[in-house]
Antibody, heavy 115, light 112 residues
Framework: QVQLEQWGAGLLKPSETLSLTCAVY????????WSWIRQPAGKGLEWIGE???????KYNPSLKSRVTVSVDTSKNRFSLKLSSVTAADTAVYYC?????????WGQGTLVTVSS | DIVLTQSPLSLPVTPGEPASISCRSS???????????FNWYLQKPGQSPQLLIY???NRASGVSDRFSGSGSGTDFTLKISRVETEDVGVYYC?????????FGQGTRLDIK
């Protein structure tokens, strides 16, 4: 049984850096891309970026200048950093496993950006 | 970016009645390997999205056979043969042919 457990700071001030981590339990870590997706309250899903076990990354061009996704294969974990946050970055952030399709999702972390 | 357009955006349904959601892509999602890189998800209230259909027409493990997916290329449809109260939520289509991965706007299914 595959489980994704995510954590990180839930309240940030504008200009700070968002930092989230996702741990993967069960299944292969090397056969997939590991993704981050976000969802503002009451709105749709936006793919942020992803990484594979060898560290190859892909990012959404709309966020690329502020996003870093990293991986720690020794712990089966991957992380998201989003710099210079504003109120527009307030959302629930999900980690997820992807080949095609995205088949497992984390529980979601609400990140609020407010002064 | 590949744009996915869902219709309708709101879908009130009487329990026991069928329902259908359409998703149109701005470009073909049929890869040279013969697979459509297209999936359907349901996000129930307060939950993470859950996979319903992958490769356009394959039901995910544990998904009721009331759900079926069809289509190829740019036009896809999700059908629910008989809606139940547990089917309430927002349905999203998603493409994974190329990055950035993109989602449709979502279709909210409610019970009449």
């Amino acid at each position: 049984q595959v489980q994704l457990e995510q954590w990180g700071a839930g309240l940030l001030k504008p200009s700070e850096t968002l930092s989230l981590t996702c741990a993967v339990y069960g299944g292969s870590f090397s056969d997939y891309y590991w993704s981050w997706i976000r969802q503002p309250a009451g709105k749709g899903l936006e793919w942020i970026g992803e990484i594979n076990h060898s560290g190859s990354t892909k990012y959404n061009p709309s966020l690329k200048s502020r996003v870093t996704v990293s991986v720690d294969t020794s712990k089966n974990r991957f992380s998201l950093k989003l710099s210079s946050v504003t109120a527009a970055d307030t959302a629930v952030y999900y980690c997820a496993r992807r080949s095609n399709p995205i088949d497992y999702w984390g529980q979601g972390t609400l990140v609020t950006v407010s002064s | 970016d590949i744009v996915l357009t869902q219709s309708p955006l709101s879908l009130p349904v009487t329990p026991g009645e069928p329902a259908s959601i359409s998703c149109r892509s701005s470009q073909s999602l049929l890869d040279t390997n013969g697979y459509n890189y297209f999936n359907w998800y349901l996000q129930k209230p307060g939950q993470s999205p859950q996979l319903l259909i992958y490769w356009g027409s394959n039901r995910a493990s544990g998904v009721s056979d009331r759900f079926s997916g069809s289509g190829s290329g740019t036009d896809f449809t999700l059908k629910i043969s008989r809606v139940e109260t547990e089917d309430v939520g927002v349905y999203y289509c998603m493409q994974a042919l190329q990055t950035p991965i993109t989602f449709g706007q979502g279709t909210r299914l409610d019970i009449k």
